[in-house]
């Protein structure tokens, strides 16, 4: 039971708001119930009051008939009527008591015991006592009515009062029961609905692809509870992430492998020839031009290790960080790596950008960047295609994402930087992407190739990248008229050495 009154969950909180309304309302209720009691007791004393009027007015009907026209059925009907009257008062005198004096009632039952008397000696006296006798009777009447008359209206005054009470009692307890709705519902809204909504507007950056660490919006167990499974959530996601990103990489080293293998092949041969003349011609060749073909081994040697070395890092799995490189240098290697599936499709890569560009970034994150925009050109246009790849330095407010773009996630990266960014462009001439597919470009796992022909997640994960470096993404196609990726990366002022 203590569970469900336990002030530190929102279940215990709402249980003892709930159960404070059912209090509340139930006290109200007997409150208002023993008002009802009362207010029908009034009404029971109106009753009883009116019989006892009826019953004197009878009487003194009855009374008026003996002495017009000296009908003794009219004696006995008074006496009987004044009997009943006298039976009603001693019957209810604890309620008649109450409202009138207890001096009063008592009068009320002496004068009708002496109009009683006085009726009983009617027929016993004679003619000339009988007026006397009559008067008395008469003023005794009279004044029997009089008390009847002033009960019956201090009876009325009494129920009217009650009904301005219960009235005035029926519309405070409707205002109680109103103020204690609102006020638990205000507190419902601050233990519920608020955290909800800061809950919702935390989830945001969530459902955007920030995957940061959701911070609870109340200290109520049930909402703790949720954000420590949401956090654990997020950080398996974040490892099965990196974990698809690595795969992804992996996969694409297997494609890239023999492009490799072509690269070293040059390097290889040129060694091998240099190394045949050294042999043949090593007694009688000159001093300089020995050194010559040691020079070339040399460089064709460390050409070798320098594709060998791109490679390793590429494929590497290290953590994100952050280096400052040349972006041309980048994408020379990164043109190395995929060479040989550049020859394959028959591709044309042009270059325009400034050989001093510099930029902080994670090398092997931004190659798989280029790698992933350029296969997806690739795949998407066929042989022949023209990628081009240009880079400039933009202040801020200067945008090159073409209206109608659709941009991943959102544009926080130009409204919260101040400082210059770094425009990266990567364009095809290929068919163009379908507008009914535009939206759904940077979903994980969509694709339009053919099963087995890509898993659909090399935007994504290019979407995913460009969040680790705090930038922007947009991509603006038409059919027909090729495709457009726009990568905003913050620079540092001194992106230019």
Known sequence: MAAFFDLTSLRGKITSAYVSLVVGTIALGIIAFLD??????????????????????????????LFLYADNEALTRADDYAAASLNIVRKYEASLTAMLRRSDSTVMIENLDAYRSKLSTWNTISDDGRQRLEDEIRTLGHQIYLSVESLSNQERRMLERAVQESQWFLLIFLLAIGLAIYVVGRQLKRLVLTPLK???????????????QLQPPSSDREFMTFTDAFNRMLKELEIRQRRMLQSEKLASLGI???????????????????????????????????????????????????????????????????????????????????GKTLKQYSANLTLNIPPD????????????????????ALHAAGQGVHVRISA??????????PEGAEVAGNLKCITDYDGQFIEILVADDGPGIPIEHVSKVFDPFFTTSEPGQGAGLGLFIVQEIVREHDGCLAIASRPGKGTQVIVLLPAEESSRD
Request: proline fraction near 2%; aromatic fraction near 4%; charged fraction near 30%.
């Open 36 to 65: 009802l009691l009362f207010l029908q007791q009034q009404v029971t004393e109106g009753e009883i009051v009116s019989d006892f009027k009826d019953s004197v007015l009878e009487m003194r009907r009855e009374e008026k008939n």
């Open 198 to 212: 800061k809950l919702e507007s935390r989830l945001k950056p969530i459902a955007e692809g920030r995957f940061n």
């Open 392 to 401: 400039m330095v933009c202040e801020k407010g200067v945008s090159m994402i």
């Open 256 to 338: 890239l492998a023999s492009g490799v293998a072509h690269e070293l092949n040059n390097p290889l041969s040129n060694i091998s020839s240099s190394c045949q003349l050294l042999m043949e011609e090593l007694a009688e060749a000159d001093p300089d031009q020995l050194n010559t073909w040691l020079k070339q081994i040399d460089s064709e040697t460390e050409r070798g290790r320098n594709i060998v070395r791109t490679l390793l890092d590429f494929g590497s799995q290290r953590n994100f960080q952050k280096h400052r490189v040349k972006l041309s240098d980048l994408v020379n290697e990164t043109e190395t790596i995929i």
């Open 357 to 376: 560009l510099m930029l902080d970034v994670d090398k092997q994150r931004l190659q798989q960047l280029f790698i992933n925009l350029i296969q997806n």
